[in-house]
């Protein structure tokens, strides 16, 4: 299950790959790589932010809660993997 963002974060990269692609495999690639290298950069740049939301990504059936101490509340914490 993944959160709004992960899924147009994923799409966004999805996007910018394909774009890479053709651009590698363009009539003009051998001539000119100047463009794919720019859509690299885009697709490593996507493929971050990506992984990046994705670590700090919680969702609400990921997150428990522990017992409260006395005088405390309580606290959310991941549950262990």
Request: net charge positive.
């Amino acid at each position: 299950m993944e959160c709004l963002a992960c899924r147009d974060l994923k799409r966004a990269y999805d996007v910018v790959r394909s774009e890479y692609s053709k651009a590698r495999s363009s009539v003009f690639y051998p001539i000119s790589n100047e463009f794919a290298a720019v859509k690299n950069v885009d697709m490593e740049r996507a493929r971050y932010e990506l992984e990046e939301h994705r670590i700090l990504c919680i969702l609400p059936g990921k997150i428990i809660a522990l017992p409260a101490k006395q005088g405390t509340s309580a606290r959310l914490q991941r549950p262990a993997a």
